[in-house]
């Protein structure tokens, strides 16, 4: 059974700094692409940043780039997204999502609450 569990979310001033991490079980973490999402009320679930299995490559939101880098550690099964000099429109709640390949299905976590607020 696949699971996914995001931790490292919270309150944190902007400018400050946060790491999320998704712990992933029930499949072979390193065939699968991931990605972090996120989402405020009312509004579309948008991709912030996703890595490749293999490779490592790694693609990001234009709003997050040069702020927030997304890994990974396949031996640890675990995803990462390092979040720095966050702004007050980071807040939403961040998603880790993982993408198997064929047959393609998205398998999605619970969800870690980000608050960026003086």
């Known amino acids: 059974q696949v699971q996914l569990v995001e931790s490292g979310g919270g309150l944190v001033q902007p400018g400050g700094s946060l790491r999320l991490s998704c712990a992933a079980s029930?499949?072979?973490?390193?065939?699968?692409?991931m990605s972090w999402y996120r989402q405020v009320p009312g509004k579309e679930r948008e991709l912030v940043a996703a890595?490749?299995?293999?490779?490592?490559?790694?693609n990001y939101a234009d709003s997050v780039k040069g702020r927030f880098t997304i890994s990974r550690d396949n031996a640890k099964n675990t995803m990462y997204l390092q979040m720095n000099n966050l702004k007050p429109e980071d807040t939403a709640v961040y998603y880790c999502c993982a993408h198997r390949p064929l047959p393609f299905r998205d398998y999605w976590g619970q969800g870690t609450q980000v608050t960026v607020s003086s």
């Open positions: 029930g499949f072979t973490f390193s065939s699968y692409a």
């Open positions: 890595i490749v299995s293999a490779a490592g490559s790694t």
